[in-house]
């Protein structure tokens, strides 16, 4: 859960200096401190004695980060797709 933190700040770094994604890499560089209240609402949510009753939400702010996640993930790919795919004449 900790390495997008790091490696989508590097992965704007690096695309920033490619023409066409440095709107992409701003939203990451703004997605990443989003990131952290989440984080801190996942790991502060977490406890394994409500979780063995079948009590507690720690699903519930795992799953939204997960989704977070991913959803960066599906914009990078899309991104990468669409200018991959060559002109249509």
Same mark, same amino acid.
């Given at each position: 859960?900790l390495?997008? %933190? @790091?490696?989508? #700040?590097v $992965? ?7 023409? /066409?994604w ?11 401190p ?9 790991? %502060? @949510?977490?406890? #394994?004695? $409500?979780?063995?009753?079948?009590q507690?939400?720690? /699903? ?16 990078l ?8 795919t060559?002109?249509?004449?």
């Amino acid at each position: 859960m900790l390495t997008p %933190l @790091s490696r989508f #700040q590097v $992965a704007s770094h690096f695309r920033w200096q490619v023409p /066409g994604w440095r709107r992409f890499s701003s939203a990451l560089l703004v997605a990443v401190p989003l990131t952290v209240p989440m984080l801190a609402w996942f790991f %502060l @949510s977490y406890d #394994q004695a $409500a979780i063995t009753v079948g009590q507690g939400i720690s /699903g519930i702010p795992e799953r939204l980060l997960l989704i977070e996640v991913q959803g960066r993930f599906v914009a990078l790919g899309w991104l990468g797709y669409r200018r991959a795919t060559p002109p249509s004449r």
